[in-house]
């Protein structure tokens, strides 16, 4: 089975920054992309930036030049600085990673995984 953990989010005020973290853990064969995403109350969930296996990225407009994505593949991890935070970039951030994984007697499934995601709060 896979695992998606994020970790990082917090409370942070106007114009500060956190990173977020996200591992994917088991008998993964191969990831492709990897993305942060979020959801704010009342609000549709939202791609913040996806990152590729080759590391082309891709950003919403809201955030680029302040956010960053980047991923280190031997560790199967994907972090988001995130710098100059402003109120509304308040949010549940979920990871998400489209991968293989090795199921046991010669069998492969690929799939799109999340986690459970963390909240970030930025206060004004």
């Known amino acids: 089975q896979v695992q998606v953990v994020e970790s990082g989010g917090g409370l942070v005020q106007a114009g500060g920054s956190l990173r977020l973290s996200c591992a994917a853990s088991?008998?993964?064969?191969?990831?492709?992309?990897m993305g942060w995403h979020r959801q704010a109350s009342g609000k549709q969930r939202e791609l913040v930036a996806s990152?590729?296996?080759?590391?082309?990225?891709n950003y919403a407009d809201s955030v680029k030049g302040r956010f960053t994505i980047s991923r280190d593949s031997a560790k199967n991890t994907v972090y988001l600085q995130m710098n100059s935070l402003k109120p509304e970039d308040t949010a549940v951030y979920y990871c998400?990673?489209?991968?293989?994984?090795?199921?046991?007697?010669?069998?492969?499934?690929?799939?799109?995984?999340w986690g459970q995601g963390t909240q970030v709060t930025v206060s004004s």
């Open positions: 990152i590729s296996s080759g590391g082309s990225t």
């Open positions: 998400n990673a489209d991968l293989t994984y090795y199921s046991g007697r010669g069998t492969y499934y690929t799939g799109d995984y």
């Open positions: 088991g008998s993964i064969f191969r990831i492709n992309d």
